[in-house]
T-cell receptor, first 113, second 114 residues
Framework: AQSVTQLGSHVSVSEGALVLLRCNYS??????LFWYVQYPNQGLQLLLK??????LVKGINGFEAEFKKSETSFHLTKPSAHMSDAAEYFC???????????FGKGNQVVVIP | DTAVSQTPKYLVTQMGNDKSIKCEQN?????MYWYKQDSKKFLKIMFS???????INETVPNRFSPKSPDKAHLNLHINSLELGDSAVYFC?????????????FGQGTRLTVV
């Protein structure tokens, strides 16, 4: 079975500071990894994804993530937080050959002016 | 045009009632899903249909029954609603490729059972 661990349900970051959200996964087969963002009362929007190839993935809104197989991690970063980054962020894993997404518990990001 | 649309957006109903949530996607995808997001924001897959065929059916009470009349639609019918069914239900769709399951989500239906 596949699973995702996101530590720290609430993350506070100052405006202009680095955003770092940690994601560790377990998967018995090569994983496909995703980060989604959910703004209040909205659906989920894909930020970025890793399927194959380059392990550093760039997404929308200045976010990027790096797939590290040896560490089973897919941490999300953004160099400089903006007030508009306040949202819920979910890491998800999908095993190769399966169309099921397993989500982590999410990180609520609060940006402090 | 909205890619994945759900109706209604809000649904308040009494215990014991039967209700349906509708979902439509105009992306031409062959796979559709229902996810449940609980009060702690945890998201879990409930069902998945591929070309109108049920392919994922998680441990969900029999009171929940999905129906897919065609590839573009996946409805969720819930019988005998209980307080614990209160949640946000998300419909999603994707084009099934080898594990690349980038899913597009609807805006969600907030169900409140009173």
């Amino acid at each position: 079975a596949q699973s995702v661990t996101q530590l720290g349900s609430h993350v506070s970051v100052s405006e202009g500071a680095l955003v770092l959200l940690r994601c560790n996964y377990s998967s018995s087969v090569p994983p496909y990894l995703f980060w989604y963002v959910q703004y209040p009362n909205q659906g989920l929007q894909l930020l970025l994804k890793y399927t194959t190839g380059a392990t550093l993935v760039k997404g929308i809104n200045g976010f990027e993530a790096e797939f590290k197989k040896s560490e089973t991690s897919f941490h999300l970063t953004k160099p400089s937080a903006h007030m508009s980054d306040a949202a819920e962020y979910f890491c998800a894993v999908s095993p190769y050959g399966n169309n099921r997404l397993a989500f982590g518990k999410g990180n609520q990001v609060v940006v402090i002016p | 045009d909205t890619a994945v649309s759900q109706t209604p957006k809000y649904l308040v109903t009494q215990m014991g009632n039967d209700k349906s949530i509708k979902c439509e996607q105009n992306l031409g995808h062959d796979t559709m899903y229902w996810y449940k997001q609980d009060s702690k924001k945890f998201l879990k897959i409930m069902f998945s249909y591929n070309n109108k065929e049920l392919i994922i059916n998680e441990t969900v009470p029999n009171r929940f029954s999905p129906k897919s009349p065609d590839k573009a639609h996946l409805n969720l019918h819930i019988n005998s609603l209980e307080l614990g069914d209160s949640a946000v239900y998300f419909c999603a769709s994707s084009q099934h490729k080898q594990g690349d399951t980038e899913a597009f989500f609807g805006q969600g239906t907030r169900l409140t059972v009173v």
